[in-house]
């Protein structure tokens, strides 16, 4: 240990500090906004004393936007699921340039800003029936934003595989397209899969930029009542939303990373 010690020079130990400013940066004033919440007065500080009042208050006011935001959340990962894997074993399977013009039109989303994307759903599709004034039309933005980062993440992990000779093997035994595709590339791509799923879950529950132009006052998700709480309201109501909203997804975060530790292929 102490031979150890000795070897690690100034770099490490600079390297390891400027880290954990990094971390305390990044970590602090989320901390502070959350304690804001379970503080009876802000602008009193501690010495008021602490409370789950303002949590109770975001839930009586807030709970519906809360609620449907997990509803968007769950439906727009099953929908890049059931249309993301397919695509990205289609063009695992069929490398070449098509196959790369249609991967960088599925990043197009991505590279336009959000509000532009949502403008243009707005005048396409906005008069049709009543979609746009249903939480479907949100569900609708999201999903195009989330779709490339499903394929890409599948994707990476198909063309990782030979899918092809597995497939071959799998098919000279009998085994039929969909017997292959359930026992042969879902089980190989389940870590793709899996990460996929992580990174639609997450941003779809904190997209703001598209579902602020979409949304109605019947479909506010969790961060537009976030954005509004802080506007509108006291301190406390937004940093307690902000506290809501960790307890809400850190869990999530947490289930699919070790779901995906748990679906990597051992050495």
Not at 68 to 89: D, E, F, K
Request: hydrophobic fraction near 55%.
């Amino acid at each position: 240990m102490t031979s150890l010690t000795h070897r690690r020079g100034w770099g490490f130990w600079l390297q390891l500090g400027f880290t954990l400013l990094v971390c305390a940066l990044l970590t602090v004033p989320m901390a502070m906004s959350m304690l804001a919440g379970l503080t009876a007065n802000y602008f009193v500080g501690l010495k008021s004393g602490l409370t789950l009042h303002w949590v109770e208050e975001v839930w009586r006011v807030y709970a519906g936007t809360i609620l449907l935001s997990l509803q968007i959340a769950v439906a727009c990962l099953a929908v890049t699921l059931v249309v993301g894997v397919p695509a990205a074993y289609a063009l695992a399977r069929r490398p070449g340039r098509l196959a790369r013009l249609v991967e960088e039109l599925l990043m197009m989303p991505v590279a336009i800003p959000g509000l532009a994307t949502a403008l243009a759903l707005i005048v396409t599709y906005g008069a049709v029936g009543d979609l746009r004034s249903s939480w479907l039309f949100i569900l609708v933005g999201h999903v195009l934003f989330t779709l490339p980062f499903m394929v890409r993440a599948v994707l990476a992990v198909m063309l990782s595989v030979d899918l092809t000779t597995l497939e071959e093997g799998a098919a000279s035994l009998g085994a039929g397209f969909i017997r292959r595709f359930r026992t042969i590339v879902l089980p190989n791509a389940r870590s793709g899969i899996l990460a996929g799923s992580l990174m639609v879950l997450t941003l779809s529950v904190g997209e703001f930029n598209l579902t602020w132009l979409l949304h109605t006052p019947l479909t506010k998700t969790l961060p537009v009542g976030l954005a509004d709480s802080y506007a509108s309201l006291r301190i406390e109501i937004g940093s307690a939303y902000t506290l809501v909203f960790f307890l809400m997804i850190v869990p999530s975060l947490i289930l699919l990373q070790g779901l995906a530790r748990h679906g990597r292929p051992s050495a």
